[in-house]
């Protein structure tokens, strides 16, 4: 178990947090736009940990909360966040938490069955959000929700993960030679 906050423990939070706001602001342009915001939330998670990325995403939404613009689109406040795709961004935190599941994660098919895991149950609260949320102006089923807000992203996102495993393992590995 970790000792109480270091500077150095807070610095790696807030990096993570800061590195996931520039990410979201990162839109890579295609038929239907993503950004690389969930390739910072798996390389936060493999890098901190579960608890810290934890930590860091929740940062990272209070900011958006406050109104800071850290959100996809240089957005920010309660309206995103609570919004019909504000699920998709509590869902962060579903897949840091997954990682708190005590595994070998010094395997990496492990690493990879807990990332993909949160990924879908990210995917699952952020779709039942969207589909509560827009149900309150107009109908919204599952197969419309799915082909808008998952279908679309799902090759992507696991490019992400894909990405941020080697990433996220040779940062992890530099930070605790620097420990040292």
Known sequence: ???????????YIALAAALTAVCAWISVPA????????FA??????ILGGRDSAIAILVYLFLGAVGLPV?????????VLFGPTGGYLWGFLIISLLYLIPARKNSLLIRVLLLAAGFAACYAFGTAWFIAVYS?????GLSKALSLCVLPFILPDLAKLTLALPVG???R????SLEK
């Open 169 to 171: 393992q040779r940062v």
């Open 31 to 38: 038929p239907v736009p993503f950004t690389l915001q969930t």
């Open 1 to 11: 178990m970790k000792k109480a906050f270091s500077a150095q423990r807070l610095a």
């Open 136 to 140: 309150r102006t107009s109908p919204m």
């Open 173 to 176: 590995k530099a930070l605790h």
């Open 71 to 79: 959100f996809a689109g240089f957005k920010g406040g309660p309206g």
């Open 41 to 46: 939330v798996f390389a936060s998670v493999l």
